[in-house]
């Protein structure tokens, strides 16, 4: 069992910067793929980045550019670093662990840019 803690999330200016955390625990990282999802008022949840278990990265259109995952394996902890943020970047940011045969999913974080 894994359990991911997310924290950072907040309300900020549009142009500013967050940065996100998500702690696990319970079991290590390694060789799972990391990945932040976000879900906006009304809107299905989408996929915002990802990193492997080796360390590459994809990213939404929509964040390219402004966003930076990263993983640290021996703190067990993936980032997720929002600069540039815009109203459109508003929702609940949610950590997920991916292995083949499960998921695991944090409770989420806030983030909130007003217009």
């Known amino acids: 069992q894994v359990q991911l803690v997310e924290s950072g999330g907040g309300l900020v200016q549009a142009g500013g910067s967050l940065r996100l955390s998500c702690a696990a625990s319970g079991r290590t990282l390694l060789g799972s793929a990391m990945r932040w999802f976000r879900q906006a008022p009304g809107k299905e949840r989408e996929l915002v980045a990802s990193?492997?278990?080796?360390?590459?990265?994809n990213y939404a259109d929509s964040v390219k550019g402004r966003f930076t995952i990263s993983r640290d394996n021996a703190k067990n902890t993936v980032y997720l670093q929002m600069n540039s943020l815009k109203p459109e970047d508003t929702g609940v940011y949610y950590c997920?662990?991916?292995?083949?045969?499960?998921?695991?999913w944090g409770q989420g974080t806030q983030v909130t840019v007003p217009s």
């Open positions: 997920n662990a991916h292995l083949p045969w499960i998921d695991y």
């Open positions: 990193i492997s278990s080796f360390g590459s990265t």
